[in-house]
């Protein structure tokens, strides 16, 4: 596929971006986002996967992952996971340092406390949830997000369901980094020249935190500047829109739902493609020395 349809597709992405009026000088930073697509079950109704067998647009590669929705495995009361589904994107039995994955919380779900040395970032995607923390509720609706450190005693519970996303990670550094919560769009537009998609980022950037959780924002057109090669890894999850992602010399066309697994030093790049903006999270490892942090 890359050899053939790579540079048609890169094609059509600059087209786009042609076409998109003012698009370097004006990205759209009050779109409505709904992330309907990232748990519903027809999400694959483009493509009649039981007339296809066998057929996925899943890719599993030494240097990448893209992981689509027919390809999820759901198993029930994961361990930390009471009355809930959880479908594992990325762990690091294949070497990330990080794992991710979505959570199908039903009515009267709860998690329990984490190990003492892991942390969890978890973002509504749909529902409601409610988080405990020093005996005060937080309610969580889509779009929330909460932190919780290693170490936290907090809990979080449902009483009539909700869908994840969840990022974890054994704690690296010696901070103590505090628990968080907030909504996406409440968090300020931070400058990304010469880029033009709109990034939000949801922890504090000080140097406690391992990671951050980054919201960016494409509007139909618009694609990354700067074709990225770098120590990071990245755990990415479209929630709206569609486009072409370049892993390496591969050229993926991507929709809301899918995940990327992205190692480090993977070439990458994105085009958002279509008549909707689209909008991804993105876990990206931080404040770490390169030499000492595998």
Known sequence: MSKVWGPALLLVACLGAVLCDNQCE?????????????????????????????????VYAEDHALLTPESRVWA?????WHNSMTAHLITPAKGPHF?????????????SQLDPKVERFVF??????????DGKAIDLAANDYAYFPPGSNDTL?????????????????????AFQHGTTDD???????????????????????????????????QYLYV?????????????????????????????????IWMPPFVLQWYAALGNQSSRYLLYKDTNLDPLLSP
């Open 157 to 177: 519970t449902s009483a009539k369901g909700a869908g994840l996303c969840v990022f974890e990670r054994v704690y690296s550094k010696k901070g103590k980094p």
């Open 227 to 259: 074709k990225e090669i770098h120590y990071n890894q990245h755990g990415l999850l479209l929630l709206q829109g569609q486009g072409i992602y370049r892993l390496g010399n591969n050229w993926y066309p991507v929709q809301a739902g899918d995940a």
């Open 99 to 111: 794992t991710m994955y979505l959570v199908q919380m039903k009515q009267d779900s709860k998690a």
């Open 76 to 80: 029930p009361n994961t361990y930390g």
């Open 187 to 221: 968090r300020p537009v931070l400058p990304v020249a010469p880029e033009v998609f709109v990034l939000r980022k949801l922890l504090p950037a000080s140097d406690e935190f391992d990671f951050n959780i980054h919201v960016m924002d494409f509007e139909p057109g």
């Open 124 to 133: 509504m995607v749909e529902g409601n949830v409610q988080v405990k923390h």
């Open 26 to 58: 004006n990205p759209q930073k009050d779109a409505q986002y709904s992330y309907e697509h990232v748990f519903s079950s027809a999400r694959d109704k483009g493509v009649n996967f039981w007339d296809l067998p066998g057929y996925s647009r899943s």
